[in-house]
């Protein structure tokens, strides 16, 4: 069975009510931290909305993310790079970032991950949020091609490295989206709130 890691970028409230629910609080392979990954350690401001929060404040503006009408409308959170809460003996296979514009502080803090082990990335771009910087900086200089699906990019390594050269011919090595169908079929869901096993 394989480890799932969540690292939920969301109200405080969010994290203490999934720690409630036995089958992920329980679980074995599931690790739940109260964190937003970036690509230092530091202190930021969590911009709270009620359906999904930013580090960017422009982005809780949107109209489809209302800003709480009582509460806090802010959080203090801890930053944390991915590549240090993951452990190196275990290989990453997909990657999907949806943190509302903060999709290139969260990569460039997952690089060794994603050097190591060249993941299928999806991420959020569907062009309405403010973001940090361009994931394709990050992602094409590794050798990564992407193509966009609804709001989301998906990502891929084409370049064979290793034995992926022996066992492929370099110009047979790029998927088509249609080897993704799986992927988007999961990432939907996830986005959806809907549970699939």
């Known amino acids: 069975m394989k480890r799932i890691a969540c690292k939920e970028r969301r109200l405080e409230s969010a994290y203490h009510e999934l720690r409630g629910v036995?089958?992920?609080?329980?679980?074995?392979?599931?690790?739940?931290?109260?964190?937003?990954?970036?690509?230092?350690?530091?202190?930021?401001?969590?911009?709270?909305?009620?359906?999904?929060?930013?580090?960017?404040?422009?982005?809780?503006?949107?109209?489809?993310?209302?800003?709480?009408?009582?509460?806090?409308?802010?959080?203090?959170?801890?930053?944390?790079?991915?590549?240090?809460?993951?452990?190196?003996?275990?290989?990453?296979?997909?990657?999907?970032v949806d943190v509302q514009g903060a999709e290139y502080g969260v990569l460039r803090g997952l690089l060794r991950t994603i050097t190591r082990d060249h993941p299928v990335i999806g991420y959020e771009a569907d062009g309405k949020f403010v973001n940090q910087g361009n994931v394709h900086d990050i992602l094409k200089p590794l050798g990564y091609v992407c193509t966009r699906t609804g709001g989301d990019q998906v990502c891929w390594h084409a370049r064979p490295t290793g034995a992926d050269v022996s066992e492929h011919d370099a110009g047979t090595h790029t998927p088509t989206r249609a080897h993704f169908g799986w992927f988007i079929s999961a990432v939907r869901s996830i986005s959806d709130g809907k549970h699939f096993g």
Do not use: F, W, Y
Request: aromatic share 0%; charged share 15%.
């Open 22 to 96: 036995p089958h992920i609080a329980g679980h074995p392979n599931a690790t739940l931290l109260h964190v937003c990954a970036s690509n230092d350690i530091s202190m930021a401001e969590l911009n709270l909305a009620s359906d999904s929060s930013s580090l960017i404040e422009a982005n809780v503006q949107v109209a489809s993310q209302k800003v709480p009408k009582t509460g806090a409308t802010r959080e203090p959170v801890v930053l944390v790079p991915l590549d240090m809460l993951l452990p190196t003996a275990e290989h990453v296979a997909v990657t999907k």
